[in-house]
């Protein structure tokens, strides 16, 4: 399972307080915490008004990639912004995000052509998310064709289909799984990603949701995850997961995580 870790968000009120004093200790302490944590790849989203994201996208970046040698992702709605700050990266990571809305597939793609550069595509058009399936396989068909248009393979695609909430839709999960179950077939070598939160809104007990959410996801072929490393009940069900599917040799990383104190209940 790749992990992007989602910590360093400025929508976050911490964080965004933290953006707001330059609190550059406590950003610098986010990132090396997730990196040690088990992240993948660290997100940096400034989640501040339009006329500062860019000076505080380059801002949080030079703090992450001088505290840890962790990739980036870099995380804007704003396609022109993330074409600004891209030069300021000293290794290639992930972008977050591009989609059928606007522009955005034909502003990333040529930045990231020829490059080892991925990125997170999001089924969603200028009609917003698709409740259904068949439109957000449609939909990943021509992220991934307009992609082959710039040498970008699949293999270097994050698809997103964009997980509802099941307050909302009973079947959200069910449709979630059929999407990635039919994107696979299309292409085997690409992944599919997925924030692990959305499928609670509006639920108690959001944490026990979200966390079988993730375990049957990743039984499904869920390949990465945008989540918190340092959340040790999230971390706890990605290493039993794996373990339980055969994926973790004798259990060694199940059981070293649980030595080291970094799953299972605080002691």
Known sequence: MIIIGEKINGTIPK?????????????RDLAVKQAEAGAHYIDVCAGTSPEVEEETLIWLMDIVQSAVETPLCIDSPNPRIIEKVFKYAKKPGIINSVSEEGDKCEVIYPL???TEWQVIALTCDNRGIPSDVETRVEITKILVEKAAKYDIAPERIHIDPLVMALSTDNESLLKFIETMKRVKEMYPSIKVTSGLSNISFGMPLRGVINRHFFALAIYAGMDSAIMDPLNRDMMTTLLATEALLGRDRYCRNFSNAYRKGKIGPKK
């Open 15 to 27: 964080v965004g307080k933290a953006i707001a004093e330059k609190d550059e200790a406590f950003i």
């Open 112 to 114: 990231i052509q020829g």
